[in-house]
């Protein structure tokens, strides 16, 4: 019988010294991307050691590409570049690799993408990568589930999106800095993931205007040149462990962080009743384990993050009070809602709107994770709860954390890995 992992926390530990936040996920993924834009030798480094990242890799190589992984270093060599599909074993388990669609098509003419699969919760706008890469001059169809695309030239056009979309803008970047002339994206996504993708871009001498807002101008270019690049800190893993100590309680320090990047969680901590200082690369967070309730709507970059919004569940299903947490990103992202009932939280859904009663303690029982940042809520909940929380699935924390147990015992947490039999 299959055993899959599963996190076992005990809970009522306070939290205390310093935790590295790895690079960022949803950064280096288009940066993976972009080396097929260019033939040539790319090294990157803060790499997070991520099954996405590993997955990205096995897509890159199984198109001619080299990698190598050492540590937290990537290298990439896309001189051999000969194959241009991405096969459904591999996008069904990760999403993003919707990202290569652009680079081969600016690059080759040609791309064989499966539709993606991925998250267990809600849509995500495939359409608006088609449609984009359609304005810029591709033809494309839809056949036994994989995006056919093709084109003899791209040409620059003007791409407005009915709602910002990440995934969409950095694909759309990544095909028009080689296409005729000028393109615009407006409304585009202002995350730090597409600012830093642009910059790498532009690194690769690409010609990119209004980095970091909502009107990107692409100048395109000829050709393109590789180039190196060191991956952003992780927000959302940053967020997560921010989370963990204000619901446990202690006194923790995250190194390797961008805080202009934490701009609205901060905010919200700090409504909590949750000391919080940094400095130009670190945050120190000093909690007593008592929150006060605080109002969350998640909205696009720079508000409040959907990829937090299951952490704050857990920490205000403990709070000295009521609040609500409404997601305007992905309305039905609520599958952790279940799960923290199990541990004796209270919420109401309605529709896209959670109510949270906070109460006094949680208890510990066995749960599972549905996907990756329903994840990262029950083990916060399980680090406040009273006796033992089982988590079982942890397979999608391992798309987004980088041992995370592991650097929560660095901080005096009592959580471990063990095995236990699938069942089916």
């Not at 050492?70 to 194959?83: A, K, P, Q, V, Y």
């Not at 896209?352 to 510990?364: D, Y």
């Amino acid at each position: 019988m299959p055993r899959l992992d599963k996190i076992v926390v005990e809970g009522g530990c306070r939290l205390e010294g310093n935790v590295q936040i790895g690079g960022s996920k949803n950064a280096v993924l288009p940066i993976m991307a972009a080396s097929l834009l260019a033939p040539g030798s790319y090294r990157i480094d803060n790499v997070p050691v991520l099954r996405d990242v590993q997955t990205m890799g096995r897509l890159l190589e199984g198109m001619g590409v080299r990698t190598e992984f050492s540590g937290h270093r990537l290298t990439i060599d896309s001189s051999s570049c000969s194959h241009f599909e991405a096969p459904y074993n591999l996008v069904k388990t990760m999403r993003a690799s919707i990202y290569v669609l652009g680079p081969l098509l600016a690059r080759f003419g040609y791309a064989k993408v499966s539709l993606p699969g991925g998250c267990a919760w809600g849509p995500r706008p495939v359409n608006l990568h088609i449609e984009g890469m359609r304005k810029l001059g591709a033809s494309i169809e839809i056949q036994e589930g994989y995006i056919i695309a093709r084109k003899d030239r791209f040409k620059g056009a003007q791409i407005s999106f009915d709602v910002s979309s990440v995934g969409a803008t950095g694909n759309v970047l990544l095909a028009s800095v080689l296409a005729e002339g000028l393109t615009v994206i407006q409304p585009a996504a202002r995350e730090p993931e597409i600012t830093a993708l642009a910059r790498f871009l532009n690194k690769m001498g690409a010609k990119i205007k209004g980095i970091g807002t909502d009107r990107l101008e692409i100048q395109g270019v000829q050709s393109l040149s590789p180039t190196d690049e060191t991956v952003i800190p992780d927000r959302i893993e940053a967020g997560t462990f921010l989370a963990a100590c204000a619901v446990a309680g202690g006194d923790v320090t995250l190194l390797g962080v961008e805080p202009k990047h934490l701009t609205a969680v901060l905010g919200r901590l700090a409504d909590a009743g949750v000391e919080v200082h940094f400095s130009a690369d670190s945050i120190r967070i000093q909690s007593s384990g008592i929150l006060k309730p605080v109002d969350v709507s998640t909205s696009v970059y720079p508000g409040f993050p959907t990829d937090m919004q299951a952490q704050w569940m857990a920490l205000m299903g403990v709070a000295t009070g009521s609040c609500t947490i409404t997601d305007t990103i992905y309305l039905d992202r609520f599958t952790h809602v279940p799960e923290l009932k199990r541990l004796g939280a209270d919420i109401t859904l309605d529709f896209n709107r959670a109510r949270i009663k906070g109460v006094p303690a949680l208890s510990g029982a066995p749960v599972m994770s549905t996907d990756l940042r329903a994840s990262a809520s029950l083990i916060l909940a399980g680090l406040v709860a009273k006796g033992r929380t089982d988590v079982s699935r942890v397979y999608h924390i391992d798309r987004g954390y980088e041992g995370i147990e592991k650097k929560l015992q660095i901080l005096g947490a009592r959580i471990w890995r063990e095995k236990e039999d699938l069942v089916v």
